[in-house]
């Protein structure tokens, strides 16, 4: 079975400061890969989604990038991070037609 | 836009009572997920329903869909502490199939069992 590593588990950063989050699976290959954020006390928002190496679809314009450079590695990015940026991050795999498994998370402060 | 709204948003319950979490969607789908999230934690798959009429069932939790009337519904039987928690409901839009899934989160309910 997949297991979905994230890092790091907490961060806190200063507006305009640069982001990078690593998400890496282990156990499959050629997974679904996504990118969700949970503002406090709400749902889960979509924001990237990868199905291969270098194929990136993007459901919300945003402060935010994403990148796949390798098959089990998914990369969530900022230039320059918001005030809003602040939630808490899920990366997300899936193997076809499976239910989407989730990492632990990592919950990002900007002050 | 996929409207997903589920009701109630919180319930505070009895251990031992039972009690029933809708989730509604705006458009059609034919595969619906039910997800439990811990306070602070990850979220963990409970169920896939996958076609109209479905239903699973999982210790005290049972789950069904009616993709005609567009409503999942997660029922609690006997209510435990331990199923404390905030469930959602995703429900899928694929662009073709084989392709990504594209859930959308309801807004979850956030379960009380107290004594």
């Known amino acids: 079975s997949q297991t979905i590593h994230q890092w790091p588990a907490t961060l806190v950063q200063p507006v305009g400061s640069p982001l990078s989050l690593e998400c890496t699976v282990e156990?499959?290959?050629?997974?679904?890969l996504y990118w969700y954020r949970q503002a406090a006390g709400r749902g889960l928002q979509l924001l990237f989604y990868?199905?291969?190496?270098?194929?990136i679809s993007s459901e919300v314009p945003q402060n935010l990038s994403a990148s796949r450079p390798q098959d089990r590695q998914f990369i969530l990015s900022s230039k320059k991070l918001l005030l809003s940026d602040s939630g808490f991050y899920l990366c997300?795999?899936?193997?076809?037609?499976?239910?989407?498994?989730f990492g632990n998370g990592t919950r990002l402060t900007v002050t | 836009e996929l409207k997903v709204e589920q009701n109630p948003l919180f319930l505070s319950m009895q251990e031992g009572k039972n009690y029933t979490i809708y989730c509604n969607y705006s458009?059609?789908?034919?595969?619906l997920y039910w997800y439990r999230q811990d306070p602070g934690k990850s979220l963990e798959s409970l169920f896939v329903?996958?076609?109209?009429?479905a239903v699973k069932q999982e210790g005290r939790l049972m789950a069904s869909l009616d993709t005609k009337a567009r409503l999942s519904t997660l029922h609690i039987t006997a209510a435990v502490h331990d199923l404390s928690a905030t469930y959602f409901c995703?429900?899928?839009?694929?662009?073709?199939?084989?392709?990504?899934?594209?859930?959308?989160f309801g807004t979850g309910t956030r379960l009380q069992v107290t004594l």
């Open positions: 997300a795999g899936q193997l076809y037609n499976s239910p989407l498994h």
């Open positions: 156990g499959t290959s050629n997974p679904n």
């Open positions: 990868s199905v291969g190496i270098g194929q």
């Open positions: 458009t059609t789908s034919d595969r």
């Open positions: 329903l996958l076609s109209n009429g």
């Open positions: 995703a429900v899928d839009i694929r662009v073709t199939t084989g392709t990504a899934s594209k859930l959308t």
